[in-house]
């Protein structure tokens, strides 16, 4: 017994309410995507679903709190990005080229409403990435109601922050610390040593990213992971990161309604990293909170409620 009844209630309404969802694939491109929705029957049509986008080293098992509370009241969804988790690998590593991974999420949205729906695109640390690069390109744009994302920066914003910072002296004490939090991206560029390492090192590796960026050590998401498909999340998405040189952002309009979640104490990135994004996000709202990286994790039944009253605004106005 844990001596706490209501932990242990909360712990079986979870268990029972992920327990509804069921598990598809879907095939695009040249992956089958692992997706994780709610069960047709459990559908208000009424209602955009709200699909779940998950960063670096995750797989879709990071949402399993919001799935579960945002579940009681919405339709739900998350899937495991190309390569990682249960979906299968590109078959080259052109596969996993920005564009590829903004095709998926519209394959997925397609699966979810059809080739016309909208849906609610939560999103957080690569995954925010993804969604800003999708929100801001009109032919994906029009497939969202709403955007949030949590400990995600606009690319194209986060590049010309810390550019700025270099011919800025006033900026040189932000740009040093965020520099020495981004030090895993330049290691990521090498070729096969940041594999190599990982996979020796791993679930050892993993484990002390999420405990150093907020996760609890008696998480579940630290005792119950799917060893390969999370082995495959720490590895498959460096490509990402070795895309950064060569990015040429385009910075462009996000016109649908924007939720921003600024964790305070991110290990990985400065607060400042968000403050030109009302720039391209006109209807905006930001929370910053007392958190790390992992702040669905963390402070995961406040982050739930922020998007759960930010979703009911959304579909209340639309």
């Known amino acids: 017994m844990s001596g706490r009844p209501h932990d242990d209630h909360a712990r079986a309404d979870r268990h029972a309410e992920l327990a509804r969802l069921e598990h598809v694939f879907v095939a695009h491109d ?3 995507l ?3 929705r709610s069960r047709p029957w459990d559908r208000d049509e009424r209602r955009a679903p709200v699909l779940f986008l998950h960063g670096y080293p995750d797989t879709s098992d990071t949402w399993s709190l919001q799935l579960a509370s945002l579940g009681q009241a919405h339709p739900v969804a998350a899937f495991d990005q190309r390569g990682v988790g249960r979906s ?3 078959t080259g590593p052109k596969g996993y080229a920005f ?3 903004l095709g998926d999420i519209e394959a997925v949205i397609d699966e979810l409403t059809g080739p016309e729906g909208q849906v609610h695109l939560v999103a957080h640390d690569w995954g925010g990435a993804l969604a800003w ?4 390109q009109p032919k ?3 497939r969202l109601r709403s955007l949030s994302v949590i400990a995600g920066p606009h690319p194209g914003l986060m590049l010309r922050r810390v550019a700025r910072a270099v011919r800025s002296p006033r900026e040189l004490r932000f740009l040093f610390d965020q520099l020495r939090k981004s030090w895993y991206i330049f290691f990521f560029q090498l070729p096969w040593l940041p594999e190599q390492f990982i996979a020796r090192q791993f679930p050892g590796t993993w484990i002390r990213a999420l405990r150093a960026g907020g996760v609890a050590k008696d998480d579940p998401l630290l005792r119950e992971f799917e060893v390969e498909g999370t082995r495959r999340a720490a590895l498959a998405p460096l490509a990402l ?4 040189p060569r990015y040429r952002p385009t910075l462009r309009p996000v016109e649908v309604p924007t939720c921003l979640v600024v964790p305070l104490r991110d290990f990985a990135l400065r607060p400042e990293i968000y403050d030109d994004v009302p720039e391209v996000a006109a209807d905006l709202e930001v929370h910053r909170l007392d958190a790390n990286h992992w702040a669905h994790r963390e402070r995961a039944a406040e982050v739930s409620a922020i998007l759960e009253a930010f979703v009911r605004r959304v ?3 639309s």
């Open 30 to 32: 040249d992956v089958s």
């Open 34 to 36: 692992h997706v994780v």
């Open 88 to 90: 299968s690998a590109p």
């Open 99 to 101: 564009a590829r991974h």
């Open 133 to 136: 690069m999708f929100a801001e």
């Open 140 to 142: 994906y744009a029009r």
């Open 241 to 244: 990161y070795r895309q950064i």
């Open 315 to 317: 579909e209340h106005d």
